[in-house]
């Protein structure tokens, strides 16, 4: 009797580091995903403040084109 509560208690204690194994290489491999995610969120916010940064010189290229076709067109109908 006291050994086959001790066989179920073996049995039991086997199947739980089993379990926590697992769920241990599980974590190793969430944490390795989960840095190769956060090193991509830094490249991808890397590149949409480059493009902003580009966006604002052209807008700015733009609004000095547009100032000097006013200059012509202002000075033409005076």
């Known amino acids: ?3 086959d509560l001790f066989n179920t208690l ?3 204690l086997e199947l739980v580091l089993s379990k926590v194994s697992t769920l241990q290489e ?3 491999a ?3 995903t989960l840095g ?3 090193q991509a969120l830094k490249e991808s916010e890397a590149a949409l403040a480059r493009v902003s940064r580009e966006r ?3 807008r700015e ?3 000095k084109i547009l100032n000097r076709l006013k200059i012509i067109d202002t000075g033409e109908s005076a």
Request: aromatic fraction near 0%.
């Open 56 to 58: 604002e010189a052209v």
């Open 10 to 12: 073996e049995q039991k």
């Open 36 to 38: 190769e995610k956060e």
């Open 26 to 28: 599980a974590n190793a």
């Open 30 to 32: 969430l944490h390795k």
């Open 1 to 3: 009797m006291v050994t």
């Open 61 to 63: 290229r733009i609004d």
